[in-house]
Every structure is written in structure tokens, then in C-alpha cells.
């Protein structure tokens, strides 16, 4: 490769050609030899005590080799946040698609047949359904606790009763957030293989190999090196692929038969139990100066977790707080309550509860920015926090473009012309985020990235990481890093897939951590390794390493051209030089974040902040409701850009995700069970649905990103729905607080606006 310069240019994926080609192996695509399939038994009820399990005619079944129930599990309680799980349901099932049963035979269809056969006597208890009913005196219970609440969220900041006092203007509102779901390619999937042993092997689709591991330790009762994690490539995640049962029901059938069993979930399977978006019902209240200054901020939310809390109180949590880092606000009153519902387990989905809350939010600032008559645009830029403040909550910014983001979306959008001509049923809307790059309050014990490369003898560089690539271009950015530090071509570089038994520890792909932190992490081992071959090439020329530069695949005395070596010939020198040994560069980064206080909230828990705008525009038909958009433009903060194209890809699939959960994804569930869970009946952005989408790099350069780079995940999302509502609005004067926004809804407002007039 002839440009050896590798960040800030845009190359493609390094295993597209692959992917494009079908040659990729996919989790599920892998066979093993002797290889079995599993199938798990769901509940078709929502809350209903276990009073019998006959699966005597499932085990006499020609081709199954195991049936396993509660009883063959640890039934130890586990959990990433609360230990509210166990691996098959013990005493009742608690939602429908709830893990009641599993089966390994010679093949899918031998293990369907099985399930036909089992039989469940149950007795079918009272549920709940919304997490406010559940909240109430006298709601069934769903575990054993006195409420279903699973957390609350408390935290208040200045006077804020004077606070509004002292507003000129106040704005209200009641906003739901809806259930939906991270529809990614490929649906949750694993081959577990237990060896002779004891020792199990888990070919994981998971974000968090390292995490997933210590939980599953637990769950299955064993010790943390009896558990190894391998990470192929994957179809996607968006934040639900993280701890799932569907991997510890393949774990114990495959210690039952000793043989590699694969469990493939189904489309519908993945809608019933793959834990989709945390649904929110938030009450909001903002207050602002005349001169547009925001003050004060009251929120009430309500978050449904679902039968198991698996990460939904830290969601809620986010939603209560995240955003007040995003403006200078000086006086808050926040309560969050997590509740139990007997619905299926909702988690983590691109944006993780900022989400949720931006739409309040930015939804609510139109509003004020309306009664104070001035331009949305202008209110945010006068509110956005800046390079070098610091938040109400301790958030140190080291580096913001959130005002340049918003100057940039206007200008491209032709946001004022367009707003200045007004036509009914045509808008324009506008919205900003904030979002983290790495929690620490996430993840408190530890938050950090780490890098082994290993140079052989040939000058092939093979890069180790622990975090997690489910198709967002993480290795590709890993493997520009490395080469841009070792001065060589991405034709040196391969990244190995993460398998915790050679891997360093790393903490996974969620909070938009992976090019900050596996970035940094990739970067500290590659100048590790880079030292070691400068000590080498020293000698060979006589100097000191400080004189010696690594640039376009050769090691040069600086100023001195004409004394320099090739890269690969360094290498091998050095390597035979140690008696055959490669050359090891190790290294990690641990950021200087802050803890945050449990009490306050105060800390600095991330060591950069990204930060966005993007403006929708829509064309609204008043005769059937149905939304067009038209254009889009989003203007990202993402500090140094390793591979533009790359980040493009991002925005542009965030976009499109918001734009479905603006106007028509939702998860029809009726007395607890999902009534549209297939791609038939739930409904997604198709290539006429998806407008333009022009994307603008805005590069403040990170004092804490690897080169200054900054993440893009799931703030590429964030803004997305409140930007169309809003759009929405300025199109027909009805402001809606609930998504999705349908044409069913839009006809209806209409139809109440006319006869209201």
C-alpha cells in the first residue's frame, strides 16, 4: 500500500471483501465435528407456576441425545446487575418465551419434533403487563420481593422550586418511548463445545467477551478458567448481545452429551426473549431565562424491565441524567423507578437511555425556544457545553464541537431559508446530543484497553485485542492505529479474533468505548513493540533509538535517508537475534476518569465526549398521515476521524435505525406476548423510506482518543427521533410525545386539531 499515512483516511473494512464474497464464517454458519443442535422450550405464559415436566417422550425420540430441565442446571440466581436469573425457569415462568426446557439432538428438525413432545403442567398466575400498574399496591408479584421495583434513581441538584420560580417561560410534558427492537442480521447464536474436562469452550456472538465469561462462571457454578470465550465474526448486535440464556442452555447440553452443541434463535425466538429496547414513560419539565438561558430541569421517568432486570436500571439511570452534560443547566430534580413487568427482559439498545431522553428533551426545547421566539438552532448554541468546562455532574470536556456541529448541519440544511418559508405540511426539525465515549460508572470496578501485537520473523503484524467487533469496523480502526503507529502499510496488519485464552481483558462494544479504548489500548502495545525494534535498529546503525523514525514500511535515522532498513528486515534480524522469539510489544491505557459518587452522581466518567446535530426535513401528507422524509443532514463531533468512510457508515445506519423508531418500528405486545415478531409484521425503513443522508465530520482533536479520535456508535442515533419530530411539528403545528408517530396517529391529531379550531 502506497500512502503509509493511516489515520484520517478513508479505507474499507478489512474483511469486507470476505463478507461481500459470503466466504466469512459467521457464529452461526460454525460445524464441529459430531456437532449437535439444541432447542429451547418457552413458556407460552406469561406468569404461571411450574407444576410438572414430563419429557419422557422427547428423550425416547429417535436422534435426541438430551433433555435438560432445572434440574440439571447449578439453579444458581446470576445476573450482570441482579441476581434475578437462573439458566432454565426453577419454580414459574415469567414471561412468554420464558426458558423452561432444552434439547440437543442429531439435528434441528429432530430437536423441534422434541419440543412437540414435552409436556408442562402449569398453573397460570395473575400478571402485569405496564410498568405502572406494577408499581401499584396489590400488582402481582413477579419475584420475590415485596415490589416489583427493581431500582430507583434519585438526584437533585440546587433550589429547584425557586428555579422555576424565576423562569420566564416553563414547558411540560408527558413523552413514551416505545419497545423496539435491535433487528440485527443475525439472530442470537452460539456453539459450545465441553471437552473432556470439564472445560467449556463458548464460540460467542456477545459484545463483552471478557464480562460475558465471569458471569457464565457463576451462572454454571464453575471457576473462571474452566470458561473460554472465542469471538468469530457476527451479524450485528446494536446492544442486545450481551448475557443470554440461549449460551448457558447450549453450555449444559453439551456437558450432558459431552459433544459441541449449536443454538440458533429463530426470528421469532429473537423478539420473545432477545431483549429489546427499555420503554420509558417520562414526565419533563424546563424551565429558561428570556434571554433563552436554561435553568431548571424537573424528569420523572418509569422504565419497564421486563421479567429480568438484566442492564435496564443502568438505562434508566442514563435517561435520568445523561443529557444534563449536554447543557449548562444549574438546577435539577431527577427520579428514576425500574420496574418488573411480565413482558419479555428489555436491555441495552444503541444509545442506552440517552436515547430515550434526548427525544424528551430536544422535543421540549423546540417548544421553549417557540415561546421565547427564537431559533431552535440559536438556543442550543447559546445552552451546548464548550472545550474545557466542566458539567453540573463533574463531566470534564476535554474537547466539544457541538457549536460547530450545529453551525454546520444549518448551513448545509438550508436551515434558515426553509424554516423563513413555511408551508404547511412541510418541516424542518432539528436536534443535539451528547453522549459518552467509555462509563466508568458503567462498568466501576475497572475500565481500561489493552494490546499484545506480535511481529514474526516475515514482518506480518498480528494484533490481539479483548474487545468485540459485531460489523461496526473496530478492527479495521485497530488495524490503522497499529500501522500508522509502526509506520507500515494495512497490508502488514491482521487483527486476530478476541479468544479470552490469548487476548487481553477487555471490557467490550457498548457506551461507545472501542476506538477510545481498544484504540488506545492497540496503540500502547504497538509502541511497546516499536521500542523494541528502534533498540534493534540502534545497534545496527550505530545511534541511539531517539534518532531512528518508522515511516513507509522502513526504519530510518532521521535526517539521514540513506541509512535506513526495511521494516520487515529489522524484524528478522531482531527475531533471530532472540533465538527465534517474535517481537512482543504489550500495553494498555487506563484513563484518568473518575468514579462517580453514588450519592451525587459527581465524577468525570468518561474520558471524552462526542456530541452532535442533525436536522430532519419532512414532507407530511395530510390526506393519509404519511411522513416523507426528505432530507437529512447530521453534523457529528467525532474528534479525530481514523477512517472517515467508516464513521459515514455509522451515521448513516444510526440514522436510519432513528428514523424506524421515529415513524414505525414497535413491538405489538398484548397481554405480554409480542404479536408482530417476524419481518413481515414489524416494521422497518426500506430503501424508499431512507432519504439523503448528508454526513459532516466535525474534528476537534481529543486530549484522551487514540490520535484524538473519538467514538460515533450511538450517537449517531441518539437525535435522531427527536429530529423528525420536530420536523414533524414545524410541518403541522401538532407536537407528538409518543413513538412511534404513525400515520394512524398524525390522521387522528389532524382530525381533533380541525374540530378544536
Not at 412511534?740 to 391529531?749: F, G, Q, V
Request: glycine letters at 10%; a negative charge.
Amino acid at each position: 500500500m502506497g500512502n503509509y499515512s493511516m489515520i484520517g483516511h478513508s479505507v474499507p473494512q478489512i474483511d469486507a471483501r470476505d463478507k461481500v464474497r459470503g466466504m466469512t464464517e459467521f457464529v452461526s454458519d460454525l460445524q464441529l465435528p459430531g456437532m449437535l443442535y439444541g432447542k429451547i422450550l418457552r413458556s407460552s405464559y406469561p406468569h404461571a407456576r411450574i407444576l410438572h415436566i414430563d419429557s419422557s417422550k422427547a428423550r425416547r425420540l429417535k436422534g435426541v441425545k438430551a433433555v435438560v430441565t432445572a434440574e440439571d442446571t447449578p439453579r444458581v440466581p446470576f445476573g450482570p446487575r441482579t441476581e434475578d436469573w437462573t439458566i432454565l425457569a426453577v419454580d414459574k415462568v415469567r414471561f412468554v418465551g420464558d426458558e423452561v426446557a432444552a434439547v440437543a439432538a442429531v439435528d434441528e428438525e429432530t430437536a423441534e419434533e422434541a419440543l412437540d413432545l414435552i409436556r408442562v403442567e402449569y398453573e397460570e398466575l395473575p400478571a402485569v403487563f405496564d410498568p405502572i400498574e406494577a408499581m401499584q399496591p396489590g400488582a402481582p408479584l413477579i419475584h420475590g420481593k415485596e415490589r416489583n421495583i427493581v431500582s430507583e434513581f434519585q438526584l437533585n441538584k440546587g433550589d429547584i422550586e425557586r428555579a422555576f420560580q424565576e423562569c420566564a417561560v416553563v414547558y411540560s410534558a408527558h413523552y413514551f418511548t416505545n419497545q423496539v427492537y435491535q433487528a440485527y442480521l443475525e439472530p442470537m447464536a452460539c456453539v459450545v463445545q465441553c471437552d473432556p474436562s470439564g472445560r467449556l469452550t463458548f464460540y460467542l456472538a456477545t459484545q463483552i467477551p471478557s464480562m460475558t465469561r465471569i458471569t457464565y462462571a457463576k451462572a454454571l457454578g464453575l471457576p473462571l478458567e474452566k470458561i473460554r470465550v472465542v469471538v468469530p465474526p457476527y451479524g450485528g448486535a446494536f446492544g442486545a448481545k450481551m448475557e443470554t440464556n440461549l449460551h448457558l442452555a447450549g453450555a449444559i447440553l453439551s456437558q450432558k452429551t459431552q459433544k459441541p452443541v449449536r443454538m440458533v434463535n429463530n426470528r421469532e425466538e429473537d423478539f420473545m426473549a432477545g431483549n429489546p429496547r427499555v420503554p420509558m414513560y417520562i414526565d419533563l419539565k424546563v424551565g429558561a431565562s428570556q434571554q433563552g438561558k436554561l435553568i431548571a430541569k424537573e424528569v420523572k421517568i418509569i422504565g419497564a424491565s421486563g421479567a429480568r432486570a438484566v442492564y435496564s436500571m443502568a438505562i434508566v439511570a442514563t435517561a435520568c441524567y445523561r443529557v444534563d452534560s449536554l447543557y449548562r443547566f444549574e438546577h435539577l430534580r431527577t427520579e428514576g423507578v425500574t420496574v418488573y413487568t411480565n413482558t419479555v427482559p428489555t436491555s441495552c439498545f444503541r444509545g442506552f437511555g440517552n436515547a430515550q431522553m434526548t427525544f424528551a428533551l430536544e422535543s421540549t426545547l423546540d417548544m421553549i425556544a417557540e415561546a421565547l421566539k427564537m431559533d431552535p438552532a440559536e438556543l442550543r448554541i447559546k445552552n451546548g457545553l464548550k472545550t474545557g468546562e466542566v458539567s453540573i455532574h463533574g463531566w470534564q470536556i476535554g474537547s466539544s464541537g457541538l457549536e460547530e456541529c450545529v453551525q454546520k448541519a444549518v448551513e448545509a440544511s438550508g436551515w434558515k431559508r426553509k424554516r423563513e418559508e413555511k408551508r404547511f405540511g412541510h418541516g424542518i426539525g432539528l436536534a443535539c446530543c451528547n453522549h459518552v465515549s467509555g462509563n466508568r460508572a458503567f462498568s466501576r470496578e475497572f475500565d481500561g484497553g489493552a494490546g499484545i501485537v506480535r511481529i514474526g520473523r516475515e514482518g506480518k503484524v498480528l494484533v490481539y485485542h479483548g474487545e468485540s467487533d459485531m460489523g461496526q469496523g473496530q478492527k479495521t480502526v485497530f488495524a490503522q492505529i497499529v500501522a500508522e503507529e509502526l509506520g507500515v502499510g494495512l497490508d502488514r496488519i491482521e487483527v486476530a479474533q478476541v479468544d479470552t485464552d490469548l487476548s487481553p481483558f477487555g471490557m467490550g462494544s457498548f457506551a461507545t468505548r472501542g476506538t477510545v479504548f481498544g484504540g488506545n489500548g492497540v496503540k500502547a502495545a504497538a509502541r511497546h513493540a516499536k521500542e523494541q525494534l528502534c533498540e534493534i535498529a540502534a545497534e545496527l546503525f550505530e545511534t541511539v533509538p531517539s534518532q531512528l523514525e518508522l515511516r513507509e514500511g522502513k526504519i530510518s535515522v532521521i535526517g539521514e535517508p540513506e541509512r535506513s532498513l526495511s521494516f520487515e528486515k529489522v524484524v528478522e534480524i531482531g527475531v533471530l537475534r532472540r533465538g527465534g522469539a517474535p517481537i512482543v510489544g504489550t500495553g494498555f491505557w487506563v484513563p484518568d476518569t473518575v468514579l462517580p459518587d453514588p450519592i451525587t452522581k459527581y465524577g468525570n466518567i468518561s474520558p471524552a465526549y462526542p456530541f452532535a446535530c442533525q436536522i430532519a426535513e419532512v414532507e407530511v401528507d395530510t390526506e393519509t398521515g404519511h411522513v416523507t422524509v426528505l432530507q437529512y443532514t447530521a453534523a457529528h463531533d467525532v474528534g479525530k476521524a481514523v477512517n472517515p468512510m467508516a464513521i459515514e457508515g455509522q451515521i448513516e445506519g444510526g440514522v436510519v435505525q432513528g428514523i424506524g423508531w421515529a415513524l414505525m418500528e414497535n413491538m405489538v405486545v398484548e397481554k405480554g406476548k409480542v404479536l408482530n415478531p417476524d419481518f413481515r409484521d414489524y416494521v422497518m425503513p426500506g430503501p424508499l423510506d431512507i432519504p439523503p443522508i448528508h454526513s459532516f465530520l466535525v474534528e476537534p482533536v481529543d486530549p484522551n482518543g487514540p490520535f484524538g479520535a473519538k467514538g460515533i456508535g450511538e450517537p449517531a442515533l441518539n437525535p435522531s427521533t427527536a429530529a423528525v419530530a420536530n420536523a414533524i411539528y414545524d410541518a403541522i403545528g401538532i407536537r407528538f410525545t409518543e413513538l412511534p408517530i404513525t400515520p394512524e396517529k398524525i390522521l387522528r391529531a389532524l382530525k381533533d386539531h380541525q374540530k378544536n379550531k
